[in-house]
C-alpha cells in the first residue's frame, strides 16, 4: 500500500500506460479519478479498479479545451477531499515526413501533448498547494530526447514536455511539490500502429526493435506503470525534475 491516502487525478487514463498506471494506483491504495476524452473506456477502466476492491470513478475530459481540463480538476479536489497527485498521459501520435507535414497535424500534436500539459498544471497546481504538497507527473517519450525520423512533431511535442516540467518542478518547489517526467520507449499498445506503419510493418518493426532495443523487445504497459507509482509515492520524496525512462535499454 504504497499510495495509501493518496488522492490522484490521471488525465488521459483510460486506456494503454494509463489504464495500467490507474489499476497499480488503486492497488497500492490511492484513491483516484480517471479522466479522458473516450470516457466509456474510462468508465471501464474504473468498473473494473472497483470491481478489484479499489477506489475509481471516471469522468470525460479533453485536454484541448481548457475549461474541460479546469473543471475536472476542480471537480477531482471536491470529490476526493483534497488532491496530492496528479498523472497526466494524454498523449496523441502522428508520422511523417516533415514536407508533407502540415500545420493543423502539428498543432494538434502540441495541443494535446504540451498545452493539455500546461492545462493541468496550471489548475492542479493550486490544489496540491493547498493540499501542502504532492507529486506531478508528466509523459514524454524517449523521442522527446532522442528524436525519431518520421516522428518530428511528436518528438519536439514531447521535448517540450521535457523542458516545461523541468522548469515546473523549480517553480513548484518551493510549495514541496515535485513534477517528474516518464520518457517510456518502445511500449506495445495501439498507440504505435501510425509509426509501426511508416517503418514498413509489423515484421519490420520487429526487426528495428531487435536492433535497438538492448532487452530485445517492445515493454509492455505493465512494465512502465510502476514508475509512476514509485514518482507519487513517499520513497521518491527526493525525486524532482527528473526524466526516468523505461525503455529496454535503448537510451545509453
Ligand atoms: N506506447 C508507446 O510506445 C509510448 C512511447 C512513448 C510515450 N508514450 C506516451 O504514453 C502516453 C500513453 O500512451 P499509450 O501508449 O498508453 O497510448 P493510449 O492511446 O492507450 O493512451 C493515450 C490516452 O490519451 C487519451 N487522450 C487522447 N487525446 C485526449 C484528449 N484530447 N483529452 C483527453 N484524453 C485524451 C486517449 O483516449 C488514451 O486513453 C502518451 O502520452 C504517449 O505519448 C507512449
Given at each position: 500500500?504504497r499510495l495509501?491516502?493518496?488522492?490522484?487525478?490521471?488525465?488521459?487514463?483510460?486506456?494503454?500506460?494509463?489504464?495500467?498506471t490507474?489499476?497499480d494506483?488503486?492497488?497500492?491504495?490511492a484513491?483516484?479519478?480517471?479522466?479522458?476524452?473516450y470516457?466509456?473506456?474510462?468508465?471501464?477502466?474504473?468498473?473494473?479498479?472497483r470491481?478489484?476492491?479499489?477506489?475509481?470513478?471516471?469522468?470525460?475530459?479533453?485536454v484541448?479545451?481548457?475549461?474541460?481540463v479546469?473543471?475536472?480538476?476542480?471537480?477531482?479536489?471536491?470529490?476526493l477531499?483534497?488532491l496530492?497527485?496528479?498523472?497526466f498521459?494524454?498523449?496523441?501520435?502522428?508520422?511523417?515526413?516533415?514536407?508533407a507535414?502540415?500545420?493543423q497535424?502539428?498543432?494538434?500534436?502540441?495541443?494535446?501533448?504540451?498545452?493539455?500539459?500546461?492545462?493541468?498544471?496550471?489548475?492542479?497546481?493550486?490544489?496540491l498547494?493547498?493540499?501542502?504538497?504532492?507529486?506531478?507527473?508528466?509523459?514524454?517519450?524517449?523521442?522527446?530526447?532522442?528524436?525519431?525520423?518520421?516522428?518530428?512533431?511528436?518528438?519536439?511535442?514531447?521535448?517540450?514536455v521535457?523542458?516545461?516540467?523541468?522548469a515546473?518542478?523549480?517553480?513548484?518547489?518551493?510549495?514541496?511539490?515535485?513534477?517528474?517526467?516518464?520518457?517510456?520507449?518502445?511500449?506495445?499498445?495501439?498507440?504505435?500502429?501510425p509509426?509501426?506503419?511508416?517503418?514498413g510493418?509489423?515484421?519490420?518493426?520487429?526487426?528495428v526493435?531487435?536492433?535497438?532495443?538492448?532487452?530485445?523487445?517492445?515493454?509492455t504497459p505493465?512494465?512502465?506503470?510502476?514508475?509512476?507509482?514509485?514518482?507519487?509515492?513517499?520513497?521518491a520524496?527526493?525525486?524532482t525534475?527528473?526524466?526516468?525512462?523505461v525503455?529496454g535499454g535503448?537510451?545509453?
Open positions: 500500500m495509501s491516502g493518496k488522492r490522484a487525478l490521471l488525465i488521459g487514463a483510460a486506456t494503454g500506460i494509463g489504464r495500467s490507474a489499476q494506483f488503486a492497488r497500492e491504495g484513491r483516484i479519478v480517471i479522466a479522458d476524452i470516457f466509456a473506456e474510462a468508465e471501464r477502466t474504473a468498473a473494473s479498479i470491481a478489484n476492491g479499489g477506489q475509481a470513478h471516471a469522468v470525460a475530459c479533453d484541448c479545451d481548457e475549461q474541460s479546469q473543471r475536472v480538476v476542480e471537480d477531482a479536489e471536491k470529490s477531499g483534497g496530492d497527485t496528479l498523472v498521459l494524454a498523449g496523441l501520435q502522428r508520422i511523417g515526413h516533415i514536407e507535414f502540415d500545420s497535424t502539428w498543432d494538434a500534436l502540441f495541443h494535446v501533448n504540451v498545452r493539455g500539459t500546461f492545462f493541468a498544471i496550471k489548475y492542479a497546481s493550486p490544489a498547494k493547498r493540499a501542502g504538497g504532492g507529486s506531478i507527473i508528466t509523459t514524454s517519450s524517449l523521442a522527446g530526447l532522442r528524436g525519431a525520423a518520421g516522428m518530428t512533431a511528436y518528438a519536439a511535442a514531447k521535448g517540450a521535457i523542458a516545461f516540467t523541468v515546473m518542478a523549480q517553480e513548484l518547489a518551493p510549495f514541496h511539490i515535485r513534477v517528474n517526467s516518464v520518457l517510456p520507449g518502445w511500449i506495445d499498445t495501439p498507440f504505435n500502429a509509426s509501426i506503419e511508416l517503418m510493418g509489423v515484421a519490420a518493426h520487429a526487426e526493435i531487435k536492433r535497438v532495443v538492448p532487452l530485445g523487445r517492445q515493454g505493465e512494465e512502465v506503470s510502476p514508475i509512476y507509482v514509485f514518482l507519487a509515492s513517499e520513497e520524496r527526493y525525486i525534475a527528473k526524466s526516468m525512462m525503455d535503448m537510451a545509453h
